[in-house]
T-cell receptor, first 112, second 119 residues
Framework: DQQVKQNSPSLSVQEGRISILNCDYT??????FLWYKKYPAEGPTFLIS?????DKNEDGRFTVFLNKSAKHLSLHIVPSQPGDSAVYFC???????????FGAGTILRVKS | GAGVSQTPSNKVTEKGKYVELRCDPI?????LYWYRQSLGQGPEFLIY????????DSGLPNDRFFAVRPEGSVSTLKIQRTERGDSAVYLC?????????????????FGPGTRLTVL
């Protein structure tokens, strides 16, 4: 039972353009959401998060949007850079719970 | 070191053998997590320690898996009678989260993982 789904296994974007990575969740109890970035042979690195009381959070080139009614969140990267090429994981949790539930990841390739 | 370290980086073992995977968290981090990442999947929660105690071990798949953190710092994940299906990357993460703390204050810092291959 996949509670967090990233339906696009990969995405290819031209440098300078926008990258949009999508994530859907099924558990309505989730109230905290995160994006992690992972390079080969390294552990995931925290990128940005959003609480369910918000619908948008921005940090530099990265913006996360949350649509609670659709149980959908997305990560926008503008402008995309070759160094952004990595695997991006969406994760969700319950604020006072103990665990994060991760999606399967989306491989982003930014072409120069 | 500055980050979370895990040893060994790679472990190859035979079916039925016992293995131990070690995690050194960031100094001062009270919370420690173990995850397992199978090929093509995201990290899957195994266990969460708060200090020396396992606050949540609901992700451990069966009783062949056990983890300890005797002094509230280094943790060891132990797998008995390994099976081919145990092959995965085992990730450790730590954070400053205190007991009862919210996830939104709990940035988890991951180590590079141990790649376990069971032949």
């Amino acid at each position: 039972d996949q509670q967090v789904k990233q339906n696009s296994p990969s995405l290819s974007v031209q440098e300078g353009r926008i990258s949009i990575l999508n994530c859907d969740y099924t558990n309505s109890m989730f109230d905290y959401f995160l994006w992690y970035k992972k390079y080969p042979a390294e552990g995931p690195t925290f990128l940005i998060s959003i609480s369910s009381i918000k619908d948008k959070n921005e940090d530099g080139r990265f913006t996360v949007f949350l649509n609670k009614s659709a149980k959908h969140l997305s990560l926008h990267i503008v402008p995309s850079q070759p160094g952004d090429s990595a695997v991006y994981f969406c994760a969700a949790g319950i604020e006072y719970g103990n665990k994060l539930v991760f999606g399967a990841g989306t491989i982003l390739r930014v072409k120069s | 070191g500055a980050g979370v370290s895990q040893t060994p980086s790679n472990k190859v073992t035979e079916k039925g053998k016992y293995v131990e995977l070690r995690c050194d968290p960031i100094s001062g981090h009270t919370a420690l997590y173990w995850y397992r990442q199978s090929l093509g999947q995201g990290p899957e929660f195994l266990i969460y320690f708060q200090g020396t105690g396992a606050a949540d071990d609901s992700g451990l798949p069966n009783d062949r898996f056990f983890a300890v953190r005797p002094e509230g710092s280094v943790s060891t994940l132990k797998i008995q009678r390994t099976e081919r299906g145990d092959s995965a990357v085992y990730l450790c993460a730590s954070s400053i989260r205190t007991s009862g703390g919210a996830l939104s204050t709990d940035t988890q810092y991951f180590g590079p993982g141990t790649r376990l291959t069971v032949l």
